[in-house]
Each structure stands twice: as structure tokens, then as C-alpha cells.
């Protein structure tokens, strides 16, 4: 059988070319890739499933919306977006034990128990339970939160961390403010309130939509102060959302959380 005969102008460029070794090659790949292509696989095996398209942009519809209730002191956020990962990935990303694993606003997080003396001992889980599966034993997660005006040491409670076939879930609260640094000052507590939910749920094949919750309050650092024009201890209040918001902007840019 005579092999397949080429295109006469694709059989002029490999003549123009015969002296550039690099560009016969480019042209001799090009004309392999163009032609039909059957991989090999072994006899009796099924044919190989499509690979799913992998999206130009990782990341899609991102929203962030923060509101103040003034009266109350909360900053409430609410942010999300769509990501193209897979469901493994989607599961160690959104682990509380991995927030610290990016660039972002969380510098250290890992698993504690409470003693009875009111202390808190680190939980080394790296073996007994992969990041991406769901939660045993003790619930307590330790967070060092920091940016460049403020930090926060913190004692989360984790309410479930739950895998499931196309949705991952978690919420969580404050158990225990252990201490805060804004500026120079540094002072035990500081958060009143500090809880939210995180969510995942399949849209399809290649993307997830992911869900963020969170409320949060400081206490009033300088509760003596009659506020007559500027309340000084309630800056960090009155200035969380727009935090927040940088650290969700930053985040996002990490594609997705880091």
C-alpha cells in the first residue's frame, strides 16, 4: 500500500525547507496534528473518555457585597464566585486546616483541644484525617488572622465539615477570642462576634459555585469614650467592611482562595 500523498503546497514548503532543520520539524508536526489520530489501548479495553474542556479563565462571576448596621456594630459580608476545579481540590481548599495555605489574610490555622485549665493544645491530624474530608473528634480550629493594621488570635468553633457527591459545607462561630493587635495596641479579646458558613455546590462537569458568609464585631476599644465627634474605639467597626473587602479582592486574584 503507498503511503498517503501530501498537499503539493505542504510538499513545496518541506522542499524550501530542507536546509532549516527547526522549521522542518515545526512543519512536519503541524502535518501529523492535522491528520486523524487513534491512540493506542489495549485489546478489549473501552474507548477513552473525553477529557472535559478546561476553561480559558478559572474563575467566573465574582461577586462581594458588605453592609454595616450601625447600631449594632456588625459588618455582614456575603461573597462568592464560580471556579473550574475539581470536586478533591474543591474539598482541601475550603478544609479550615488549609485557610492558612494561601497568601491571604490567615497566616496560621490548625486543630486544638481545650484542657481543663483553658488551655489549647495543637491536633496533629496530617495522617488520620487528608484535608477534603469530613471533620472527627474535636471541633476547635486556632486562626491567626493578620493584615497590615490589625490581627486577630482566635479559637474558632468548626459546625461540621462535611463532603458530599456534588456539595461541600461548613459553618463556624467564635469560641474564644485569645488576643488582638491593632496598630501598637495590643489587648486580650477584641472580637465579639466572628462566625459565618463557607459552600460549594456543582454546577456542572467543570464548575462549582462557592459561597462565603460572614458576620463580624469588634469590641469597643475604648468603651469610656463619649464619641462627641469620633469614637476612636469603634474605627475598626466602622472600617471592616472595606477591610473585608480588600482581603476578598486580594483572595480572588489567588484563584481562587489559594
Not at 461541600?168 to 462576634?193: N, P
Amino acid at each position: 500500500q503507498s503511503a498517503p500523498r501530501r498537499s503539493g503546497a505542504f510538499a513545496e514548503a518541506l522542499v524550501e525547507a530542507r536546509h532549516d532543520k527547526a522549521r522542518f520539524r515545526h512543519l512536519a508536526a503541524q502535518q501529523m496534528l492535522a491528520g486523524p489520530f487513534r491512540p493506542l489501548r489495549a485489546a478489549g479495553a473501552p474507548p477513552p473518555r473525553p477529557a472535559t474542556p478546561v476553561p480559558d479563565q478559572p474563575m467566573r462571576n465574582k461577586f462581594c457585597t458588605v453592609t454595616f448596621d450601625a447600631a449594632a456594630k456588625l459588618t455582614h459580608l456575603v461573597a462568592g464566585a464560580d471556579v473550574a476545579l475539581k470536586k478533591d481540590r474543591i474539598a482541601a481548599m475550603l478544609d479550615p486546616r488549609a485557610w492558612d495555605q494561601g497568601e491571604g489574610i490567615i497566616s496560621k490555622a490548625f486543630r486544638v483541644d481545650a484542657r481543663r485549665d483553658g488551655q489549647y493544645v495543637p491536633i496533629d491530624d496530617s495522617e488520620g484525617m487528608p484535608l477534603g474530608t469530613d471533620w472527627k473528634g474535636s471541633n476547635l480550629l486556632y486562626e491567626y488572622a493578620r493584615s497590615d493594621i490589625a490581627s486577630f488570635e482566635n479559637i474558632l468553633s468548626i459546625d461540621g465539615f462535611r463532603v458530599r457527591r456534588g456539595h461541600v459545607a461548613m459553618r463556624y462561630s467564635l469560641h474564644d477570642c485569645l488576643k488582638c493587635t491593632i496598630g501598637f495596641a495590643t489587648a486580650a479579646g477584641g472580637l465579639r462576634r466572628n462566625e459565618g458558613s463557607v459552600e460549594a455546590v456543582q454546577l456542572d462537569a467543570t464548575w462549582w459555585t462557592i459561597t462565603v458568609i460572614k458576620d463580624i464585631r469588634v469590641r469597643d476599644l475604648t468603651p469610656t469614650d463619649p464619641g462627641n465627634r469620633y469614637d476612636l474605639g469603634e474605627l475598626v467597626n466602622a472600617n471592616m467592611g472595606a477591610a473585608l473587602s480588600l482581603w476578598i479582592d486580594d483572595t480572588s486574584m489567588m484563584t481562587p482562595f489559594s
